[in-house]
């Protein structure tokens, strides 16, 4: 299963739209609630990836630094 911030988002509107269409109080809540725990992961998804493509950066400038040291 992929846990990308598309899967996440997708989630959160799929219960978001649950929640519009429930009837009963309990459903709608609960699909709130879930709501918010797949926007949170969603949002946590984002901060992740954006936090490896930030140290990948650092390594490879490190990296480069290095070679050219050494060069």
Do not use: C, H, P
Not at 3 to 12: H, K, L
């Amino acid at each position: 299963m992929s846990q990308t911030f598309e899967f996440y988002e997708q989630r959160a509107s799929e219960a978001a739209t649950e929640a519009n269409e429930a009837s009963l109080i309990q459903v709608k809540e609960r699909a709130l609630r879930a709501e918010a725990v797949w926007r949170g992961l969603a949002n946590q998804a984002k901060r992740v990836a954006k936090d490896r493509e930030k140290a990948q950066a650092e390594r490879q400038a490190k990296r480069e630094l290095d070679a050219a040291e050494s060069a």
